[in-house]
């Protein structure tokens, strides 16, 4: 690609205090090779410049949690109780074919870009996701989904997994990488929650998993009962033979609790919880507005930032929350936790970069990064001067342009 040259009235580095009058110089290979003042960052002759003015120029968001495979299906379903919501969703994802997963997934991945997200970390089990992102050369963790409450049938559920894995590492390639995810307590057995934990940290892959989100789930660990436990006796399905656990709890005792597991809504984490998931160094991906979509309640955000537990956001899907707005999220998280400008903003780029082990490639503007970047249209009057104010305040109407690695992925017409 040809080296670029952007600059704006401000730009928010992250690692680093807001620049006024700003430039961001951008090399042939899609890294940063310099940010700064506009009079001092150099102008190569053989660099394309552009001007957006009245702008803020920040790092791309990095989306933590998301399942781009699913868009489309948000007015399909109106079940509100979450077990029978699962139960629905299941249903209705067995009316897609493989080819309607793929649009799914591209349609979302556009919402992405086009909401200022530049990576995402997203979970699903139709594979469409890491092709996607692949054909797209985009950035992100695709986490393959396995199912099998039932502990009979752990070896058969490993061995899809393996199969899954393998096929598609074809598309693993550059910035796209491949992760699994055993889905959640409720579709998991112990016995395969420990194998597949096992099998992912002898190959390094990524781990993430839906935990302590709901009510119904802690139930079912705490005491074997509620509305999971009774669609698995519905189902035959034993019910989990260690009770009197939290789900951190039992995900730790069965071996799923590392610096390679992402905890995805830990709304149910209570403080022995926290101080687990940072003692593993394990993340959490912070879902606020589905949580709140979902009645779980509100995660305990302020103690898992004090815990130093690496902390991101994450949209979930379109189902659940109508939209893919980082940004919407980012002010909910801001409300619940009382956070400042900066630290709202650090949620959604730099730590979120840190919560998929990608702080070193992404997540601020600083040089030898990636130049995954967004410029944000500023209101045309006077304005508070912290230009974090009204980037958070913003929306995708605003988003001027979206690079990943240097290259325009969303521009509106």
């Not at 399942?67 to 249903?91: M, V, Y």
Request: charged residues 20%.
């Amino acid at each position: 690609m040809r080296a670029r040259r952007l600059a704006a009235r401000w730009l928010i580095p992250v690692e680093g205090a807001p620049i006024e009058h700003a430039a961001l110089l951008i090399d042939a290979d899609g890294r940063i090779a310099d940010v700064g003042h506009d009079s001092v960052v150099a102008r190569p002759p053989e660099a394309a410049a552009e001007e957006f003015g009245q702008a803020v120029i920040i790092p791309g968001l990095i989306n933590t949690h998301t399942h781009l495979e699913l868009t489309g299906f948000a007015e399909q379903i109106q079940e509100r109780e979450f077990s029978s919501w699962i139960r629905r969703l299941r249903e209705l994802k067995t009316t897609r074919t493989s080819r309607d997963f793929l649009q799914a997934a591209r349609q979302g991945l556009q919402m992405c870009y086009a909401a200022g997200i530049t990576t995402v970390a997203d979970t699903g089990d139709s594979d469409s996701v890491i092709q996607v992102l692949a054909e797209a050369d985009g950035s992100g963790i695709a986490y393959l989904e396995v199912f099998g409450p039932d502990p009979r049938h752990t070896q058969m559920s490993l061995g899809a997994l393996r199969d899954r894995v393998i096929r598609a590492g074809r598309w693993a390639v550059q910035r796209v990488r491949v992760g699994v995810s055993p889905h959640a307590p409720y579709t998991v057995s112990a016995p395969l929650l420990a194998a597949v934990a096992r099998w992912s940290r002898g190959e390094g892959l990524p781990l993430a998993i839906h935990i302590a989100e709901s009510e119904a789930e802690s139930e079912l660990l705490r005491s074997g009962s509620g509305p999971f436990a009774a669609a698995w006796a519905e189902r035959g399905i034993p019910l989990p033979q260690s009770l009197g656990r939290t789900p951190i709890q039992w995900l730790a005792e069965n071996g799923g609790l590392s610096e390679l597991t992402l905890c995805i809504h830990a709304v149910q984490a209570v403080p022995n919880d926290i101080q687990q998931l940072a003692d593993a160094g394990a993340a959490v991906a912070h879902c606020p507005l589905s949580n709140r979509a979902h009645g779980h309640g509100t995660a305990p955000l302020s103690s898992l930032i004090e815990a130093s537990v690496r902390v991101g956001l994450g949209t979930d899907s379109e189902v659940s929350v109508g939209r893919l707005d980082l940004l919407a999220e980012v002010r909910a998280a801001r409300e619940l936790a009382r956070l400042t400008s900066d630290e709202a903003l650090d949620l959604c780029t730099l730590s979120g970069a840190r919560a998929l082990g990608l702080e070193t490639e992404t997540g601020s503007l600083r040089p030898g990064k990636w130049a995954d970047c967004v410029v944000i249209r500023l209101p045309a009057a006077e304005y508070d001067p912290d230009p974090g104010e009204h980037v958070i305040a913003s929306s995708s109407a605003d988003v001027m342009l979206t690079c990943v690695g240097g290259r325009d992925v969303y521009r509106p017409l």
